[in-house]
């Protein structure tokens, strides 16, 4: 029996060289979810019901798991034959949470559900991904091309930041510019992104004055401690108390009572209070890991399309990832981004796992090998 196991570890191993890659890559996610799992455990420790958060996300991980392997078993062809399908039911969502939407902390951007709060804007990220490389694959990237791919990014930027939920926005929008850089656009192009941007965040700023304030409060924290510098002193008083190897788990007052929304928005600043920074440099050591693997991945992918979808959704999980760390300690204004993996919340779980798993099956050899087995189309 063991050796009819072994045999058949070893035959799945040596049908794809990316294989052992993606089996280290989902053993780090899943140990990134557990890490996640203990913050959030600290961030209620000494409230009355400290197991609340942490066992929702401990089935939130379990559950992710389930579909990262379910979404790495559905041939990529699926996936991408049935692009414009998926995007089209994600962007629905997108316009129905602006109007049938609860609003949760001045955004309206959940669905209610029984108690349940789903967030569109998450689901909507490996499939916004998908949908830019489904549409710049068809075409010859030249200017023409990049005024379309661009509107396409505008049209779905446009509900998140309605919401008004800039933070995802912004993720949206540099998650566009390294598709188009991977298709093969060129720099001018790009330049021309950053050049509207200059307008499109002076507009933001008139729209949402509570923007500005939190730039001010980053800038100056000292000019108001107890409203718009309030985020940015928290931050640092974790990681002051943090230090070089934490607190005790039970002594964690900044993360119980002081840091904003310590399970999600500030459970990286969390994880320095009770750990210092010999438990937070794992963290970062563990997604720059994910980081590296995936793009080593993402070489051996087989084509265009799927190269650049992997490198896509990695860009979207780093980026995210790197704001997140960044702001809470003290590197960036507050945005609201949560952690992937390890942020408080079902809806950014799952869609992380599912994003993995479409990931893992772009770069499984057995759907690259033959790419006419499922489809007609040949990309």
């Given amino acids: 029996m063991k050796n009819s196991y072994r045999k058949s570890l070893k035959s799945m191993i040596s049908r794809s060289p990316a294989m052992h890659k993606i089996m280290i890559c989902q053993a780090l996610i899943f140990v990134l979810g557990l890490w996640g799992c203990m913050a959030i455990y600290c961030s209620d420790v000494l409230g009355k019901s400290p197991l609340h958060y942490a066992g929702k996300q401990l089935l939130w991980l379990t559950l992710g798991m389930a579909l990262m392997f379910i979404a790495q078993r559905i041939p990529f062809g699926f996936y991408r034959d049935n692009a414009y399908w998926l995007a089209g039911a994600a962007y629905i969502m997108l316009l129905?949470?602006?109007?049938?939407?609860?609003?949760?902390?001045?955004?309206?951007?959940?669905f209610s559900i029984g108690g349940a709060y789903i967030q569109p804007s998450e689901f909507a990220k490996p499939l916004f991904i998908l949908l830019l490389c489904k549409v710049g694959c068809a075409r010859k990237i030249n200017f023409k091309s990049f005024i379309f791919l661009a509107l396409v990014a505008a049209a779905w930027m446009i509900p998140i930041m309605l919401q008004p939920d800039i933070g995802t926005a912004i993720v949206f929008s540099l998650g566009f510019i390294v598709v188009y850089w991977m298709l093969g656009?060129?720099?001018?192009?790009?330049?021309?992104?950053?050049?509207?941007?200059?307008?499109?965040?002076?507009?933001?700023l008139w729209r949402c004055p509570y923007i500005m304030n939190r730039v001010i409060g980053f800038l100056n924290p000292e000019l108001d401690p107890m409203g718009n510098g309030w985020h940015v002193r928290q931050f640092q008083f974790a990681l002051a108390r943090g230090g070089m190897f934490g607190v005790k788990m039970g002594k964690a007052a900044w993360a119980n009572s002081y840091l904003p929304l310590a399970h999600s928005d500030s459970v990286f600043a969390t994880i320095a209070e009770v750990l210092g920074f010999a438990g937070a440099m794992p963290v970062i050591l563990l997604i720059i890991g994910i980081t590296v693997l995936v793009y080593r991945i993402s070489l051996k992918a087989g084509n265009n399309f799927r190269q650049v979808y992997i490198m896509g959704m990695l860009a979207v999980f780093a980026i995210q990832a790197l704001i997140?760390?960044?702001?809470?300690?003290?590197?960036?204004?507050?945005?609201g981004l949560t952690l992937p993996l390890l942020s408080y919340g079902g809806s950014s779980m799952l869609s992380t796992f599912i994003g993995f798993g479409i990931i893992f099956s772009a770069a499984s050899r057995k759907f690259t090998e033959n790419e006419e087995t499922y489809g007609s189309q040949k990309l």
């Fill in 324 to 335: 997140h760390i960044s702001v809470n300690v003290a590197l960036l204004p507050p945005t």
């Fill in 185 to 204: 656009g060129k720099g001018w192009h790009l330049m021309l992104v950053l050049l509207a941007a200059v307008p499109t965040g002076a507009f933001i």
């Fill in 96 to 110: 129905s949470v602006l109007i049938l939407g609860t609003k949760i902390n001045g955004m309206r951007g959940w």
